[in-house]
Every structure is written in C-alpha cells, then in structure tokens.
C-alpha cells in the first residue's frame, strides 16, 4: 500500500510564496515521474510541472519561471515552490507518482490566492 500526502496549501496574498510538498510512504520500489496537478473551481485537473527519477523537469508554461519543482530520493518527496502566486493559481494541487508499474495521487492541498 502506498499513500502520498501533501501539505504547505493556504491562503496567500497575490504576489506572495508557498511551498508545497508531497511524500510518499508504503511499500515503494522505485518511484519514477513525480507530477504536480492542479484543479481550479469548476475546471479541469491540468498538469502543471513534473520531474522524472533523471532529473528532467517539465513545466506548463503559465507556471513557467514562477514555480520551480525538485525532488528528494532519499526522503521519497516532491516539492513545489510557488513564487509570484496570482489570484489564477487558486486551486486544489494534487501529487502524483509512478512506483513501479502504478500510478499515486494525493488527496490534494488547497491554495488559495487572494487578497
């Protein structure tokens, strides 16, 4: 069994910093892409960044140059750092991880971008 938990959500002013991190625990064999989705109020899940066990990143490009994704093997975790958050960021942001032959999903963290 493997879960995945986020955290670092909240209510932040536009303009402003959050970090978000997602870990993984269970039974874990090699865990391969990890991937930050989000999902805005009466949208879509869309993917926003993702890393792969190589350490290549890919990022949409309305997040591009604003948030910065890395990883730590050791610890089985992702991170999101979001910088010049926009009230347009507002949303709930999933993890998600490939292990092994499996896809994870964490039950998601809330930002909230408002003034």
């Known amino acids: 069994q493997v879960q995945l938990v986020e955290s670092g959500g909240g209510l932040v002013q536009p303009g402003g910093s959050l970090r978000l991190s997602c870990v993984a625990s269970?039974?874990?064999?090699?865990?391969?892409?990890m991937t930050w989705y989000r999902q805005a109020p009466g949208k879509q899940r869309e993917l926003i960044t993702s890393?792969?066990?190589?350490?290549?990143?890919y990022y949409c490009d309305s997040v591009k140059g604003r948030f910065t994704i890395s990883r730590d093997n050791a610890k089985n975790a992702v991170y999101l750092q979001m910088n010049s958050l926009k009230p347009e960021d507002t949303a709930v942001y999933y993890c998600?991880?490939?292990?092994?032959?499996?896809?994870?999903w964490g039950k998601g963290t809330l930002v909230t971008v408002s003034s």
């Open positions: 998600n991880a490939q292990i092994g032959p499996a896809d994870y």
């Open positions: 269970g039974n874990i064999s090699i865990i391969y892409a």
């Open positions: 890393t792969t066990s190589g350490g290549g990143t």
